[in-house]
């Protein structure tokens, strides 16, 4: 008889996740002697200065995280960056690692990693003056990237420069926005609206003043109407729509905006389908796209909550940059 397989341990397959870009800060402190302290300020340690060869030994840390830590994932680091902070009053050092990648998978450990590396290249090099050392207070500061976007640390003291790098956590802040779900079903009550609610609650998380919400049923004319009030009555940003993006019979959103785009902007769709591929393989069968209407973007996705949150997930950082430059080309305002 076969004996059960047993596994005590999993690795997370990332395999069907995006690449994005990932960046994490994390810091730690060692606690020096009077005589350790001195000689690391004048740098007359008997074996020389001690911040260079921690700076590099935070470098060796970071890169050698996957090495270290099981089921941690190897990742390509893109920057790793150490530095110092000395405090005279308590003779100590804060050390800080920051790492940054283009991965499935956020980049935190490297940069636990790295901190403590540079950390202990200082207890190595101050043993013999002073064998009294305490490493304390390593933690993560802030994480950016993924699915949690911007993350930081409530209980640490995080220093101007660190926060000053971070994106906005409201980047749309100023920025008008307009949703609008085509769904037969939804607009008659069938089922409730779970795409277009998501948007909304997406948008205003993001600063957004979300001026517009609209179930409507797929037909095409109302589709246009919709369109046109919206774009008349709001003057948005941008308009997201929902529904009738796929193959399907009543799928009629893609040929009731085809006279409305001025221009169509077909590499949004391409650019869509190409990184949603990831997630889901028929990506491909999908026909959401977009282009202008007015001053405003006006993008197409899918009707299913799941691909929804997928493709926010893909055009979400680059939405800001995008309203701007459509600015720039002369769309301040209503045609």
């Not at 790793?80 to 499935?104: G, P, Q, S, W």
């Not at 948007?199 to 600063?207: F, R, S």
């Not at 399907?248 to 190409?274: F, H, I, K, M, Y």
């Not at 949603?276 to 990506?283: G, N, P």
Request: hydrophobic share 45%.
């Amino acid at each position: 008889m076969p004996t059960e397989l047993v596994s005590n341990f999993a690795m997370i397959d990332v395999g069907g996740k995006r690449v994005t870009t990932r960046r994490a800060v994390a810091a730690g402190t060692i606690r020096l002697g009077p005589a350790a302290y001195a000689k690391v300020a004048s740098k007359t340690l008997p074996k020389g200065d001690c911040f260079p060869m921690a700076e590099i030994a935070g470098v060796m840390g970071a890169k050698g995280a996957s090495a270290l830590l099981p089921m941690c994932h190897p990742l390509p680091l893109d920057q790793v960056l150490v530095r110092f902070e000395m405090d005279a009053d308590a003779r100590a050092v804060r050390a800080f690692c920051e790492a940054a990648t283009d991965a499935k998978t956020g980049v935190e450990m490297e940069a636990l990693a790295g901190v403590n590396a540079a950390l202990l290249c200082i207890w190595d090099l101050c043993k013999g003056t002073d064998p009294v050392l305490e490493i304390t207070d390593v933690a993560l500061l802030t994480k950016t990237g993924g699915k949690s976007g911007v993350w930081i640390n409530p209980e640490q003291p995080i220093p101007d420069w660190v926060l000053q790098q971070l994106p906005s956590s409201t980047p749309l802040v100023d920025r008008k926005i307009a949703v609008l779900v085509m769904s037969d079903r939804a607009s008659q009550g069938e089922y409730e609206d779970e795409s277009g609610q998501y948007l909304v609650n997406a948008m205003t998380a993001q600063g957004a003043d979300v001026c517009a919400y609209r179930v409507i049923p797929d037909e095409f004319a109302q589709i246009q109407e919709a369109i046109q009030a919206i774009s008349e009555t709001h003057d948005p940003h941008v308009i997201l729509c929902t529904g009738g993006t796929g193959p399907g019979p009543r799928d009629v959103t893609p040929l009731a905006l085809q006279t409305l785009l001025n221009p169509e902007l077909p590499g949004l769709g391409e650019w869509l389908r190409s990184e949603s591929a990831v997630y889901t393989k028929t990506a491909w069968l999908s026909r959401m796209g977009g282009g202008l209407v007015g001053r405003a973007l006006l993008i197409t996705l899918p009707g299913s909550l799941q691909a929804v949150k997928e493709c926010v997930g893909i055009f979400i950082e680059g939405l800001p940059k995008a309203i701007v430059m459509i600015e720039k080309q002369g769309r301040k305002g209503r045609l």
